[in-house]
């Protein structure tokens, strides 16, 4: 039975390893050679900053998804992606349309706290994240109180986000020097269109 991390104001379930070793290994394998990789592109302070992680947009449609500043049209899913949807499907009994991918090199790349609440997305939607690569520490914090919720995610594992957590929790990837190798997260989405 899942249990939901999250003491109020919304659910986060971790699943735990989804995929064995060698289904992992794969798929690890395969995200590194087949995904259009691109330097991410954030603006700060009115200045273009490009980061050092990179990301893909993926989704059954050309969809316009913009964060940071910045609009990234999604890319035909490929066949890895498409089996991945659908195993983050079945896991979490929701449906997706898009997907968010991310690469860190190794522990010195991470993602600061932030909320996937950008007004394309479905209104209190589920976000599946799926994990493949260097086991990573990751951090909800509470947008009011401050309480911290810290997991380790580990190679092939999922966590799904839903209901109202992205309206009340923020969440980041710390930077970590224990992790020596490439991690890549996957974060099945759905845009929802106008007044979802």
């Known amino acids: ?16 390893c989804i995929f ?5 290994d794969a798929y690890l394998a395969a995200l590194l050679k087949s995904i259009s990789w691109q330097h991410d592109e954030l603006i700060m302070f009115g200045r273009k900053i490009i980061t050092k992680r990179m990301v893909a947009w993926y989704g059954d449609k050309p969809y316009a998804y913009k964060y940071s500043h910045v609009s990234k049209e999604a890319l035909p899913w490929t066949t890895e992606l498409i089996k991945l949807k659908t195993a983050a ?7 997706y349309n898009s997907c968010l991918l991310n690469l860190y090199h190794d522990g010195g790349e991470g993602m600061g706290w932030h909320s996937d609440a950008e007004p394309e997305l479905k209104r209190d939607g589920a976000i599946a994240s799926i994990s493949f690569g260097a086991e990573r520490k990751f951090v909800l914090k ?48 759905t845009i929802g269109g106008p007044g979802s």
């Open 142 to 189: 509470h947008k009011d109180t401050g309480e911290r919720v810290e997991l380790m995610l580990e190679h092939g594992s999922l966590l799904v986000m839903k209901g109202v957590t992205q309206r009340h929790w923020l969440h980041s990837l710390p930077v970590s020097k224990r992790a020596m190798s490439p991690r890549v997260n996957l974060t099945f989405r």
């Open 20 to 24: 064995d070793r060698h289904e992992s």
């Open 89 to 95: 499907e079945e896991a979490s009994g929701e449906s």
């Open 1 to 16: 039975m899942l249990i939901n991390l999250l003491p109020v104001d919304g659910e986060a379930s971790y699943h735990g």
